[in-house]
């Protein structure tokens, strides 16, 4: 499967502990997003990637949120001291910045982050 | 910053029924894109409009992009029940940077 994969897909947690979520793009794609979605609601842009560069984070994160893309491949997605307001799906996707493509996002099927 | 909205929320047809829905951006876009969410699944890239006042379709889907480059619709002739969904817009600045998606809206089809 060259699709976009995400682990774990679920995660629950009690307040105050920290989760890491891991993203691996497909695998020419040089752009990598991380959106927040909750129930009825649409895509929350949070951050994303050309390569390992974070080109924009969202100013709604706080500085619990931190997301990595070391060597321009896979992602991870960090909250520290998680809040039962960061209960979501993050969803990963990916991209192709290069000239003749579209954008078009391909996104992962989502880590579900449960906050007790 | 960068809002998009969606009317309406929630429409509930019945199979055949036309169905429209209709994305306004706060500020001008370079492009749109659309998607399509099944219940329980992610987003699922639809199509993408660049040029001012272009108009695509895809069968029995009409996409079309305002002259001003702030809105969007969507609209699907005769609905089937396998439409369901969430349809969502995203809205990209310059460069096909970050997209903004829209609120969505749910279609219900009945048989």
């Known amino acids: 499967d060259t699709g976009v994969s995400q682990n774990p897909r679920h995660k629950i947690t009690k307040r105050g502990q920290n989760v890491t979520f891991r993203c691996d793009p497909i695998s020419e794609h040089n752009r990598l997003y991380w959106y927040r979605q909750t129930l009825g609601q649409g895509p929350e842009f949070l951050t994303y990637?050309?390569?390992?560069?974070?080109?924009?984070k969202s100013r709604l994160l706080s500085d619990r949120f931190s997301a990595e893309r070391p060597k321009g491949s896979f992602s991870t997605l960090e909250i520290q001291r998680t809040e039962q307001g960061d209960s979501a799906m993050y969803l990963c996707a990916s991209s192709s910045a290069r000239l003749g493509n579209t954008g078009e996002l391909f996104f992962g099927e989502g880590s579900r982050l449960t906050v007790l | 910053g960068q809002q998009v909205m969606q009317i309406p929320q929630y429409q509930h047809v019945q199979e055949g029924e036309d169905f429209t829905t209709y994305c306004n951006s706060s500020?001008?876009?370079?492009?749109i894109q659309w998607y399509k969410q099944r219940p329980g699944g992610h987003p699922v890239f639809l199509i993408q409009l660049v040029k001012s006042g272009e108009v695509k379709k895809q069968k029995r889907l009409t996409f079309q992009f305002g002259e001003a480059k702030k809105n969007s619709s969507l609209h699907i002739t005769a609905t089937q029940t396998t439409d369901v969904g969430t349809y969502f817009c995203?809205?990209?600045?310059?460069?096909?940077?970050?997209?903004?998606f829209g609120t969505g809206t749910r279609l219900l089809v009945s048989p």
């Open positions: 990637f050309q390569n390992e560069a974070q080109l924009e």
């Open positions: 995203a809205g990209g600045g310059t460069g096909f940077q970050k997209l903004v």
């Open positions: 500020t001008t876009l370079s492009n």
